[in-house]
DNA sequence: ATTAATCCCACCAAATCACTAAGTTTTAAG
DNA sequence: CTTAAAACTTAGTGATTTGGTGGGATTAAT
C-alpha cells in the first residue's frame, strides 16, 4: 500500500517546474541536483508525462522541460495515475466493469469501492499550485521568508 | 498503491469466522475451501492474527479458529495495519516522529499526511460486522433470502 | 563543428509477492 | 493407547516489481 518512487519523483519534478515556471526550460540535470535524485532514472520517468499534454518539451542545446499548464491545472491524482499506473487499492477496481466473477457476492467491494473513492476524491481535490501555497505558509511560518 | 494477498484474504478469513461465529471452532480448510484460497497460504497469515486478542485458537482434532470479540469490535484499519505491516501510504510516515530530515522543507509532506489521514479515518470507520449488514444488504435487494 | 541537452533501449541486482513443502506438536475420539 | 485431524513451525522458491544504471543516438543552439 505504498507510492512507489516513480509516482513521489514525478511528482516533485513537476514541483520543481512548478517553482521555476518563470525561467525557460529547465534541464533534468539541475531538477535531479535540486532533488537529489538520479538523472537516469528521472529520465525513465519523463516519457510517462511526456506522452500526456502535461509537458512541453525542448531538445539539444539549452534545451529542456517546462510545464504546459499553470501549476493550478494539474491534479495530483491524474500525475499519480499515470505514473503508478492506477491508484485504486485493488486490482479489481482497475477494469471498469468489474471483470470479477465474484463480484456479486464479494462482502469486501463495498469497502475497496469506498476507499478507492476517498483516496481519488482526495487526491484530486488538490493540485499542484496548493502544494506550493502550502509550502510558502510554512516558510512564513518558519520565518524563513 | 495496492493492498496485497497478505491483507484481503486476512479480512476474508475474518469475515468467514464472524458469519460462522455460532459454530465453535472453525478449521482453516473448511475457511480455504469456502474462500476459495490456499490453506497452506491461510497457515501464514494466521500468526500475525493470532498475537494480537483478535482470534481463539484450539489445537488438535476438531480444532481451528474462533473470533475473539465480537464483529463490531474489529476495525478494518487494525486489521490491515496488522497484516499489511502499514497503511501508510508513504515510508517516512511509518516512523514517530519523522525521521527524514527533509521533512522540514518537503513540499509534498503534507500531502501524504493528509493521504494517510483520510485512508485511516475511513479504514479505521469500518468493522467486519459494517461488511456483513452490507452483505445482507445485498442480499436482500437481489432477492436471494 | 561543438556542446549539451533530450530521447531510446537494454540490462541488472535486490526486494517483495504469493505461494508450496515437509515436517512437529497437540488434542479429541475411538 | 492408538489414531486421525487439526494447529503450528521453518524453510524454500519461482515470478514479478522496484529502483535503478549504461551506452549510445538524435537534436538544436552557439
Chains 1, 2 share one sequence.
Not at 5 to 22: C, F, I, P, V
Not at 77 to 105: F, M, N, Q, W, Y
Not at 133 to 144: A, G, K, P, T, W
Request: glycine share 6%; net charge neutral.
Amino acid at each position: 500500500m505504498k507510492i512507489s518512487t516513480k509516482g513521489r519523483y514525478a511528482l516533485r519534478l513537476l514541483l520543481d517546474l512548478a517553482e521555476h515556471k518563470n525561467d525557460g526550460y529547465i534541464a533534468l540535470k539541475d531538477i535531479a541536483n535540486r532533488q537529489n535524485v538520479s538523472k537516469k532514472y528521472l529520465e525513465q520517468i519523463i516519457p510517462i508525462l511526456n506522452r500526456s499534454d502535461i509537458l512541453s518539451a525542448n531538445r539539444g542545446y539549452q534545451g529542456g522541460y517546462k510545464l504546459a499548464k499553470e501549476p493550478d491545472q494539474y491534479k495530483i491524482g491524474e500525475i499519480l495515475k499515470l505514473t503508478e499506473g492506477s491508484i485504486a487499492p485493488v486490482a479489481c477496481l482497475d477494469h471498469d466493469p468489474i471483470e470479477c466473477e465474484r463480484a456479486g457476492e464479494c462482502v469486501t467491494l463495498p469497502l475497496w469501492k469506498g476507499l478507492y473513492k476517498v483516496i481519488s476524491d482526495y487526491l484530486n481535490s488538490i493540485t499542484l499550485q496548493d502544494l506550493l501555497d502550502n509550502q510558502r505558509e510554512l516558510y512564513i511560518n518558519n520565518y524563513v521568508i
